[in-house]
């Protein structure tokens, strides 16, 4: 696939528009339209926004970090930045898909790169039902939340909460309960990438939920239903001494 013709999108903050400016200085922008790579200056949260903005234009995007974390972004420099995408190694993604049903019958769905997250809306903690491929697993779970996180994003929220890190390869997604109340012991579980992740909000009227997909929230959900989107493929480009594959390996060694 062809990475001649590039892009350029940055995050607002002055750190990225200056790294924009000396970019756009030495090499073409093309536009997203007739680019074959998007490159992105920010952090990881700005690459998170760019792949759901660009995703119906199935373009391979290349990460340049500019923000704090940068786990889905290469190192920043101006020189090279031709020879560096034709040296890059490709990693594909494959989202979630999240279909949700709020309390007044209304269905929502989103996508998300790295995780599908329910949490209580109130000071009382949620009471969820958990159903694996229409089998009831939990029957109450007693939480502050609970999380649906992809191996691209294993490493995101999902590690905050003391979830597994997972390999891109495993085909792999991780069941991960936040602050579990009951079953105190219960720490979640790994599943196959092709299982359908059901949540039942226990008495939502008394004790409210909401879903947030990647970043977009929504409130007073009763019923959520997640799985893998395996016919979509986002296509992420990294330096071949800082892939993703390195990088989440990495991690696990990390004291």
């Given at each position: 696939?062809?990475r001649?013709k590039?892009?350029f999108?940055?995050?607002?903050?002055?750190?990225?528009?200056?790294a924009?400016?000396?970019?756009?200085?030495?090499?073409?922008d093309v536009?997203?339209?007739?680019a074959?790579?998007?490159?992105v200056?920010?952090?990881?949260?700005?690459?998170?926004?760019?792949?759901?903005?660009t995703?119906?234009?199935?373009?391979?995007?290349?990460?340049?970090?500019?923000?704090?974390?940068?786990?889905?972004?290469?190192?920043?420099?101006v020189?090279?930045?031709?020879?560096r995408?034709?040296?890059a190694?490709?990693?594909v993604?494959?989202?979630?898909e999240?279909?949700?049903?709020?309390?007044?019958?209304?269905?929502?769905r989103?996508?998300?790169?790295?995780?599908?997250s329910?949490?209580r809306?109130?000071?009382?903690a949620a009471k969820?039902r958990?159903?694996?491929?229409?089998q009831?697993?939990l029957?109450?779970?007693?939480?502050d939340?609970?999380l649906?996180?992809?191996?691209?994003?294993?490493?995101?929220?999902?590690?905050?909460a003391?979830?597994?890190?997972?390999p891109?390869?495993?085909d792999?997604?991780?069941?991960?309960?936040?602050s579990?109340?009951r079953?105190?012991r219960?720490?979640?579980?790994?599943?196959p990438?092709?299982?359908?992740?059901?949540f039942?909000?226990?008495?939502?009227?008394?004790?409210?939920?909401?879903?947030?997909?990647d970043?977009?929230?929504?409130?007073?959900?009763?019923?959520?239903e997640?799985?893998?989107?395996?016919?979509?493929?986002?296509?992420?480009?990294?330096?071949?001494?800082?892939?993703?594959?390195?990088?989440?390996?990495?991690?696990?060694f990390?004291?």
């Open positions: 696939m062809a001649d590039i892009t999108m940055a995050s607002e903050t002055p750190e990225a528009n200056a924009l400016k000396r970019l756009r200085g030495r090499y073409d536009g997203p339209e007739q074959d790579v998007i490159v200056l920010g952090g990881d949260g700005f690459m998170l926004s760019v792949l759901h903005k995703r119906h234009l199935t373009r391979q995007i290349y990460g340049m970090n500019q923000g704090t974390v940068g786990f889905l972004m290469n190192s920043f420099s020189k090279n930045l031709t020879e995408l034709q040296a190694k490709i990693t993604v494959h989202p979630l999240m279909m949700a049903m709020d309390a007044t019958g209304k269905e929502h989103a996508m998300a790169i790295n995780e599908v329910v949490f809306e109130t000071r009382q969820i958990i159903s694996i491929d229409g009831v697993r029957e109450e779970l007693v939480c939340g609970v649906v996180a992809t191996p691209a994003g294993s490493t995101a929220y999902n590690l905050s003391y979830g597994p890190i997972l891109l390869e495993a792999i997604l991780a069941l991960t309960p936040i579990a109340f079953p105190r219960w720490r979640g579980a790994l599943l990438s092709t299982a359908k992740i059901q039942e909000v226990l008495n939502p009227a008394k004790r409210p939920v909401s879903v947030v997909a970043n977009q929230e929504f409130r007073n959900v009763i019923q959520i997640v799985v893998e989107d395996q016919a979509a493929e986002l296509h992420l480009l990294f330096d071949p001494e800082h892939n993703l594959e390195e990088r989440i390996l990495n991690e696990q990390i004291p």
